[in-house]
């Protein structure tokens, strides 16, 4: 869900959503859900209590940092053009996915300890967050469209509070 988010977000400030633009973001979105399980399922026994210790606050920080910089961008002249649009490369996709899927590490240590066939497991996970975001991707433009600059700002407000609740969700 949280990468469901971040890709409505993503939606939220293109100025125009293609197949190729959603496939990006699916593809960065469900390959990461899908691997994060399996690399903490493989590494169980040596990170388990080191994963948990920390990830929530690496979310946490990605996501501020992220949404802080939207928030910003926000309130900056507002350009509609093709060329203002925030680029899908490694750069601004790679923290995006690892923020929202740094979490399925642990899911993968525990799927270890309950000895769960890990690969049908990361291949649900994948496939599922590939469609879902997706879907957001197109939410997100649709909503995006009437709302241009307050999109953004709402994106990014959107983004800090899921940080919030990653990180609320590991210090309760």
């Given at each position: 869900m949280d990468a469901f988010a971040v890709a409505t977000c993503f939606g939220l400030t293109m100025a125009r959503v293609t197949i190729k633009k959603s496939l990006i973001i699916g593809m960065y979105f469900g390959v990461f859900q899908a691997a994060m399980p399996i690399i903490g399922y493989v590494f169980a026994a040596q990170f388990a209590d080191k994963i948990t210790a920390f990830d929530h606050w690496i979310a946490f920080a990605l996501l501020c940092f992220i949404g802080g910089k939207m928030i910003a961008e926000s309130f900056e002249k507002e350009n509609c053009s093709e060329s203002a649009?925030?680029?899908?490369?490694?750069?601004?996709?790679?923290?995006?996915?690892?923020?929202?899927?740094?979490?399925?590490?642990?899911?993968?240590?525990?799927?270890?300890?309950?000895?769960?066939?890990?690969?049908?497991?990361?291949?649900?996970?994948g496939i599922i967050t590939f469609v879902?975001?997706?879907?957001?991707?197109?939410i997100g433009s649709i909503f995006g469209m009437k709302f241009k600059s307050k999109a953004e700002?709402?994106?990014?407000?959107?983004?800090?509070?899921?940080?919030?609740?990653?990180l609320l969700e590991h210090l309760m």
């Amino acid at each position: 869900m949280d990468a469901f988010a971040v890709a409505t977000c993503f939606g939220l400030t293109m100025a125009r959503v293609t197949i190729k633009k959603s496939l990006i973001i699916g593809m960065y979105f469900g390959v990461f859900q899908a691997a994060m399980p399996i690399i903490g399922y493989v590494f169980a026994a040596q990170f388990a209590d080191k994963i948990t210790a920390f990830d929530h606050w690496i979310a946490f920080a990605l996501l501020c940092f992220i949404g802080g910089k939207m928030i910003a961008e926000s309130f900056e002249k507002e350009n509609c053009s093709e060329s203002a649009e925030k680029p899908l490369d490694f750069k601004t996709m790679f923290p995006l996915a690892i923020a929202t899927s740094i979490d399925a590490l642990a899911v993968g240590v525990s799927f270890a300890f309950l000895q769960v066939n890990i690969v049908p497991a990361a291949l649900s996970i994948g496939i599922i967050t590939f469609v879902l975001s997706m879907i957001g991707v197109k939410i997100g433009s649709i909503f995006g469209m009437k709302f241009k600059s307050k999109a953004e700002l709402a994106g990014g407000i959107i983004l800090i509070l899921i940080g919030f609740k990653i990180l609320l969700e590991h210090l309760m």
